[in-house]
């Protein structure tokens, strides 16, 4: 078990410009999610996966973002066209998925500037 | 839907002092809540769950919290803090049924003061 790993650590980019993140989740768990920390608030849902099925979408997630998990393991998150709003901590969970209240392991984040 | 109220964003206690930090959860349905901790510079960690049974759950590092039902409420408890329990803490709630979509209040940083 190495953890969920996230990269990059960081990431700085100019507003109007596409960033994309990676979360690796722990092998063989199934269920994937993407939160949002902004300063002084706690995680927001982004996003769900089950396996390659993204089976639920926040609000929070406008036309500029998309998520994919092709074949059910890592995943992407792109911002196009960033904004300074988009400035936060993204994280990354995953579960196994046996359970419904299964924990979820979360990555240390990508935390992103848009300058 | 659910959602969860941490009224204190930033608890200052002294070393080996007793520590609570209250959480309120709202949800139509039952629920299933943690505590997660996140030390600095690291990810968040569960500390403890309850999910049914005895109302009363514990960690491995002395914490425990109490599911209180008609009060709607999962606060967080230590009898005695040590420095190393400095960290943001996290009270979270899910839906029992579902995919386990998972709620989390705003967070209380627990400054242990030496």
């Known amino acids: 078990d190495t953890g969920v790993s996230q990269d990059p650590r960081h990431k700085i980019t100019k507003r109007g410009q596409n960033v994309t993140f990676r979360c690796d989740p722990i092998s063989e768990h199934n269920r994937l999610y993407w939160y949002r920390q902004t300063l002084g608030q706690g995680p927001e849902f982004l996003t769900y996966f089950q396996n390659e099925a993204q089976l639920e979408k926040s609000r929070l997630l406008s036309d500029r973002f998309s998520a994919e998990r092709p074949k059910g393991s890592f995943s992407t998150l792109e911002i196009q066209r960033t904004e300074q709003g988009d400035s936060a901590m993204y994280l990354c969970?995953?579960?196994?998925?046996?359970?419904?209240?299964?924990?979820?392991?979360f990555g240390n984040g990508t935390r992103l500037t848009v300058t | 839907a659910q959602s969860v109220t941490q009224l204190d964003s930033q608890v200052p206690v002294f070393e080996e002092a007793p520590v609570e930090l209250r959480c309120n959860y709202s949800s139509s349905v039952s629920v299933y809540l943690f505590w997660y901790v996140q030390y600095p510079n690291q990810g968040l960690q569960l500390l403890l769950k309850y999910l049914s049974g005895s109302t009363l759950v514990e960690s491995i590092n002395g914490f425990e919290a109490e599911f209180n039902k008609s009060q709607t409420s999962f606060h967080l408890r230590k009898p005695s803090v040590h420095i190393s329990d400095t960290a943001e803490y996290f009270c979270a709630v899910s839906e029992s049924g579902g995919y386990q979509k998972v709620t989390f209040g705003t967070g209380t940083k627990l400054q242990v003061i030496p």
């Open positions: 969970a995953s579960s196994p998925g046996t359970s419904q209240n299964s924990p979820l392991h």
